[in-house]
């Protein structure tokens, strides 16, 4: 599959011109225009760019790629990770805000449906959800848990149930100001020193559930979409980051 072709239709579905982002997204580094191996992951980075060497693949998917819209210095870390993409012919693509934010597709629609909510409404680039009927914090966190496959969530909790629940994945706990009075709990993937104290004023649980485990499901969910259009071999590399 011609990999401008890929480009095409990926936009067409995630609309990235809607955004003001902090990258240019689609095509970042243009290598081999015949793709038949896509390699997905959250991140470009060199642990990554290897493994997808390894599997012989022609293009890497990332939610995180090259960020700054203009032209970037070529030296240092930067350098090593685009001299090791351009040496193998590999094409970089990226999706930042628009795979977050997607109503099918994204991080953190995946994420309210995965957990059983019913989408109520958009929020910045996550969502609000909403359960009919209350369940207990505890078993909320287990489920959330299971999830994401990891143990280490750090929570506030300062409401014993949950039913209406924010989530935006990646660096979103400043958000928190705005969601006063508008949920029981909110998810995401960073936590700062003052939000201890805000969501415990606020009474409003909060979750650190870790920026790169909230931001797996859009490139799993890209993959998916190039199997069934094209009938394109893809893999997630999970080059796990516990942040």
């Known amino acids: 599959m011609n990999a401008f072709e890929i480009e095409e239709y990926l936009n067409s579905i995630l609309e990235p011109w809607k955004y003001e982002d902090f990258c240019f997204n689609g095509i970042q580094i243009e290598g081999s225009r015949n793709v038949k191996k896509v390699a997905l992951g959250v991140s470009f980075n060199l642990a990554f760019i290897e493994e997808a060497i390894n599997w012989n693949a022609d293009m890497l998917l990332v939610h995180h790629g090259i960020f700054g819209k203009e032209f970037f210095k070529l030296r240092g870390y930067i350098k090593k990770r685009v001299e090791k993409v351009l040496a193998n012919g590999l094409t970089l693509m990226g999706y930042h805000l628009p795979l977050d934010a997607h109503p099918e597709y994204g991080n953190n629609a995946s994420i309210i449906k995965a957990l059983g909510l019913k989408i109520q409404e958009p929020f910045d680039v996550g969502y609000i959800g909403i359960y009919d009927t209350p369940i207990e914090t505890n078993i909320f966190l287990d489920s959330l848990k299971k999830l994401l496959n990891r143990k280490d969530l750090l929570a506030y909790i300062n409401r014993p149930a949950v039913q209406n629940v924010c989530v935006i994945s990646g660096g979103g706990a400043s958000d928190i100001i705005k969601l006063e009075g508008k949920v029981d ?55 796990y980051n516990q942040v």
């Open 185 to 239: 709990t909110f998810i995401t993937g960073e936590v700062k020193e003052h939000i201890r104290d805000l969501s415990r004023e606020m009474q409003m649980n909060f979750i650190n559930a870790g920026h790169y485990s909230t931001e797996t499901f859009g490139v799993r969910n890209l993959g998916k979409v190039l199997e069934e259009k094209f009938g394109i071999e893809t893999k997630f590399f999970d080059i």
